[in-house]
T-cell receptor, first 111, second 114 residues
Framework: GESVGLHLPTLSVQEGDNSIINCAYSNSASDYFIWYKQESGKGPQFIID?????DKRQGQRVTVLLNKTVKHLSLQIAATQPGDSAVYFCAENNYGQNFVFGPGTRLSVLP | DAGVIQSPRHEVTEMGQEVTLRCKPI?????LFWYRQTMMRGLELLIY????????DSGMPEDRFSAKMPNASFSTLKIQPSEPRDSAVYFCASSLGQTYNEQFFGPGTRLTVL
């Protein structure tokens, strides 16, 4: 087995609080970004996306912010619930090239 | 609607054996992707197909790995011979178009090579 692995950043929040998950992307030419949620034992699931001509996009309880100047993406989850506990990945895409996934952040919702 | 279907969900095999992972993409999707996820490297793209044709296999780690897509509704990822370091979760994903379109992931196959 593997004795050394990725140390996933972990964010712990109280149920009902807002969560902010951050992601630094690598390619300044990337023009499309997706946030995925991965629950234990499941595949990644789409949450929200944003194109580079926008700096903010809102969904249901989620908001994605894009700062192209510093190549930073964030996912805000309002009123975090126990069901939000998962690993969250950002993925970037550069004009039709393949998606590159970040290492992920583990969100732990405390009761 | 059935999502992306993968089989088996779990596979335990011994070093040196051949392993075949299977994937059925979402009907109508023209792109299919194979990923590998490990704690060491995270989520890595192995290979992807467009309209059943392999487009980029630069992520395939070695000649021991091969992938095929004989038709629009079926793809396989084969490892022969398997090694313990191949132990990982293998995901298949499909999408309609490549750019500006989300990829739909299957539940994954957890492979353990002893």
């Amino acid at each position: 087995g593997e004795s050394v692995g990725l140390h996933l950043p972990t964010l712990s929040v109280q149920e009902g609080d807002n969560s902010i998950i951050n992601c630094a992307y690598s390619n300044s030419a990337s023009d499309y970004f997706i946030w995925y949620k991965q629950e234990s034992g499941k595949g990644p699931q789409f949450i929200i996306d944003i194109r580079s001509n926008m700096d903010k996009r809102q969904g249901q309880r989620v908001t994605v912010l894009l700062n192209k100047t510093v190549k930073h993406l964030s996912l805000q989850i309002a009123a975090t619930q126990p069901g939000d506990s998962a690993v969250y990945f950002c993925a970037e895409n550069n004009y039709g090239q393949n998606f590159v996934f970040g290492p992920g952040t583990r969100l732990s919702v405390l009761p | 609607d059935a999502g992306v279907i993968q089989s088996p969900r779990h596979e335990v095999t011994e070093m040196g054996q051949e392993v075949t992972l299977r994937c059925k993409p979402i009907s109508g999707h023209d792109y299919l992707f194979w990923y590998r996820q490990t704690m060491m490297r995270g989520l890595e793209l192995l290979i992807y197909f467009n309209n059943n044709v392999p487009i980029d296999d630069s992520g395939m780690p070695e000649d021991r790995f091969s992938a095929k897509m004989p038709n629009a509704s079926f793809s396989t990822l084969k490892i022969q011979p398997s090694e313990p370091r191949d132990s990982a979760v293998y995901f298949c994903a499909s999408s309609l178009g490549q750019t500006y379109n989300e990829q739909f992931f299957g539940p994954g196959t957890r492979l353990t090579v002893l």
